[in-house]
T-cell receptor, first 112, second 113 residues
């Protein structure tokens, strides 16, 4: 079993819909949780990071961490075609030297 | 503009050859990383460096080598010992070890021909 599981998709939704992207993990020591967006043939770019549990909002994006369930989510409101990309979750823990452990990424397609 | 520059964008290698991928950053970051990305898989760590003249192996270091002679530069050599080198290679940097905000280059696509 992988440390971080992420549905590869593709997830296809109409423009304007609310998108929910998720990752589950097995290591309860993870403390930092990050979401990256990667366009085709480009490097990933950080969207949001959260420390420990709770929610964090930035514009149309909300990151949510539920440590009791070992589950993190990224919500995108009012989705746009420009949001079409692969979304990667990553997480790290002090006891593994803060090395990022990555999900495989979910490909998101926003249909105009 | 500050950022990370990887070159070349595309690289073709014949079997049995070593090739070196360039990574330069002007963000004044201490930590630098090399990842490999294959279709349907998460990023896998090859090597990382937290300080000049020091680096550590990641999860898949076999067949790769690095150097960190300058803070700004972290080149990766893919040696002939790497059995399956065709992949997308990503270089990243972060201000410190707790890399909650890693910045990535645009990647190098290496193909063995």
């Amino acid at each position: 079993q992988k440390e971080v599981e992420q549905d590869p998709g593709p997830l296809s939704v109409p423009e304007g819909a609310i998108v929910s992207l998720n990752c589950t993990y097995s290591n309860s020591a993870f403390q930092y949780f990050m979401w990256y967006r990667q366009y085709s043939r480009k490097g990933p770019e950080l969207l949001m990071y959260t420390y420990s549990s709770g929610n964090k909002e930035d514009g149309r994006f909300t990151a949510q961490v539920d440590k009791s369930s070992k589950y993190i989510s990224l919500f995108i409101r009012d989705s746009q075609p420009s949001d079409s990309a692969t979304y990667l979750c990553a997480m790290s823990a002090r006891d593994s030297n803060y090395q990022l452990i990555w999900g495989a990424g979910t490909k998101l397609i926003i249909k105009p | 503009d500050g950022g990370i520059t990887q070159s070349p964008k595309y690289l073709f290698r014949k079997e049995g050859q070593n090739v070196t991928l360039s990574c330069e950053q002007n963000l004044n970051h201490d930590a630098m990383y090399w990842y490999r990305q294959d279709p349907g898989q998460g990023l896998r760590l090859i090597y990382y460096s937290q300080i000049v003249n020091d680096f550590q192996k990641g999860d898949i270091a076999e067949g790769y080598s690095v150097s960190r002679e300058k803070k700004e530069s972290f080149p990766l050599t893919v040696t002939s010992a790497q059995k399956n080198p065709t992949a997308f290679y990503l270089c990243a940097s972060s201000i410190r070890q707790v890399n909650t905000e890693a910045f990535f280059g645009q990647g190098t696509r290496l193909t063995v021909v």
